[in-house]
């Protein structure tokens, strides 16, 4: 099968190339998905599970992405739940190859089902991103209607999802981000909009809940607005300042189909808008993984268009 691969960590995402790989076979309790389209997070050559498998063994070289939609072609031995000819969507493993490629092999407890009337290319931009926002709003940052988030990040992949999730769960949305940024963070639903390049973030005042996707500076100047018994969220990593009263909270995406489920809802009534930016097929992958200006939303592979 075709598949984007790495077999350079120095040379990072400039080292991708599309290469011939064996298919992979499902294990017990796997299915084999049949891609349809796939996506890919920019850090991942930065990743130690890009390139060693959880035994701590090089598996380099190493299939990236880790969204995925596609059609259940084969099941492994014991596993339930889903049937052969099934559309699905979620996000793999990740110490084991990715998604862009033509076939994958996922642990079944990581897919939902993906309604017939979502693209697939839709399907594979929601999984990170989507399950990030959720749980980072919901699940660590424990969000209440009239509450007060701070998003940074507003205008990209996650943040948009973060904007449109909080808005709708009944809390006022501060969005951040360069200049450029602001009217797409007001269009997918931010109430106001803090320009990180111009703006002084200390007029912002307190908040309730910090979704970080920044890191460093940013985060630790955001971690002193947090107000008495708020939550400072991040995927980044945490700094040295936290919240005086309140919980800092590093967390990594897991794949949760009934959280997928009420994600892709979602979208199929129109309350939720994903953020793609471009689509490209796979033999155009390289390139439109590798952009040569600063991309605001997700890039998924069509795989069959």
Known sequence: ????????????????????????????????VEVHAAAYVPTEVGWPSTWVDRAGRDKSPSILGHDVAGVVTALGYGTTGLTIGQRVFGITDWHRDGTLAEYVAVES????????????????????????????L???????????????????????????????????????GRTADREKALDYGAHEFVDLENDDLDDVGRVDLVFDVIGGAIQEKSALLVRPGGTLVTVTGLGAVRPEDG???????????????????????????????????????????????????????????
Do not use: Y
Request: hydrophobic letters at 45%.
């Open 138 to 176: 919901f699940q660590h940052g424990r969000l209440r209607s009239g509450q007060t988030v701070l998003a940074h990040g507003a205008a990209g992949a996650v943040g948009t999802m973060v904007t449109q999730l909080a808005r709708e769960a009944g809390a006022h949305v501060i969005g951040t």
């Open 247 to 305: 919980l800092s909270i590093d967390f990594v995406v897991e794949s949760v189909p009934s959280q997928l489920t009420e994600i892709v809802q979602r979208v199929r009534d129109g309350r939720l808008r994903t953020n793609i930016d471009e689509i490209a097929p796979l033999d155009r992958a390289v390139a439109a993984l590798n952009p040569s200006q600063r991309r605001k939303g997700k890039t998924v592979i069509s795989v069959r268009p």
């Open 109 to 136: 407890r990581n897919l939902a089902p993906l309604p017939g009337d979502v693209d697939f290319t839709v399907g594979a931009s929601l999984p990170i991103s989507g399950l990030t926002a959720w749980q980072g």
């Open 1 to 32: 099968m075709k598949a984007i691969v790495v077999s350079d960590q120095a040379a990072g995402a400039a080292g991708m190339i599309l290469a011939d790989r064996p298919e992979p076979t499902p294990a017990i309790n796997d299915v084999l």
